[in-house]
């Protein structure tokens, strides 16, 4: 069965760095668009960066300098650095993946559980 998973989350200072991956089970990447979506607590689910599969990053603009979207297909996986963390990234961060290989994503194939980030003060 093909699954999407994330991993990375952590707990870390406000101003410190953490690097999420998104790995597929059962298909490979290369073919999808991917894109990394965060949600606060009591919050509703928020894109912040898509990778299409010509390598074309999108941020949105509060994560702009911060965040790093990449792509290794070697490796059949997504990252997303994360720099510069602030309290308000608190949240579950997951990824999607999108057939047209394009961003912003119009359709979502597939989604991880997502993995959990807390930002402490």
């Known amino acids: 069965q093909a699954q999407l998973a994330e991993s990375g989350g952590d707990l870390v200072q406000s101003g410190g760095s953490l690097r999420l991956s998104c790995t597929p089970s059962g298909f490979t990447l290369r073919h999808y668009s991917v894109g990394w979506f965060h949600q606060a607590p009591g919050k509703e689910r928020e894109a912040i960066s898509c990778?299409?599969?010509?390598?074309?990053?999108d941020y949105v603009d509060f994560v702009k300098g911060r965040f790093t979207i990449s792509r290794d297909d070697a490796k059949n996986t997504v990252y997303l650095q994360m720099n510069i963390l602030k309290p308000e990234a608190t949240g579950t961060y997951y990824c999607?993946?999108?057939?047209?290989?394009?961003?912003?994503?119009?359709?979502?194939?597939?989604w991880g559980r997502g993995t959990q980030v807390t930002v402490s003060s």
């Open positions: 990778i299409s599969v010509n390598n074309k990053a």
């Open positions: 999607s993946t999108d057939i047209s290989g394009e961003c912003p994503q119009e359709r979502f194939d597939y």
